[in-house]
């Protein structure tokens, strides 16, 4: 069984920092390709990032240079570094397992970021 459990979000200023934490269990972790979305209420969920089992990184623009992702495969974890946060990035967070072709349908229960003075 698939489990991902995000964690990390909160409450931070205009030009904070936080980094999320998405633990998985279920197959081997360095196989798959990670990816971030994040959903605001009434919109769709949008990608933010991915990063492949060799470690290449792909970044939405509207989140390049700012916002950094990695993987340690030896904790099962993928991690999302978000720095110089706006309030548009304020949303729920969610990771997702992928192959080289094609992303799972398995989402945890998500992180909340809140972006605000």
């Known amino acids: 069984q698939v489990q991902l459990v995000e964690s990390g979000g909160g409450l931070v200023q205009p030009g904070g920092s936080l980094r999320l934490s998405c633990t998985v269990s279920?197959?081997?972790?360095?196989?798959?390709?990670m990816g971030w979305y994040r959903q605001v209420p009434g919109k769709q969920r949008e990608w933010v990032s991915q990063?492949?089992?060799?470690?290449?990184?792909r970044y939405a623009d509207s989140v390049k240079g700012r916002f950094t992702i990695s993987r340690d495969n030896a904790k099962n974890t993928v991690y999302l570094q978000m720095n110089v946060l706006k309030p548009e990035d304020t949303a729920v967070y969610y990771c997702?397992?992928?192959?080289?072709?094609?992303?799972?349908?398995?989402w945890g229960q998500g992180t909340q970021v809140t972006v605000s003075s």
């Open positions: 279920g197959g081997i972790f360095s196989a798959y390709r």
């Open positions: 990063i492949s089992s060799s470690e290449n990184t």
């Open positions: 997702r397992r992928g192959t080289q072709f094609q992303w799972e349908d398995y």
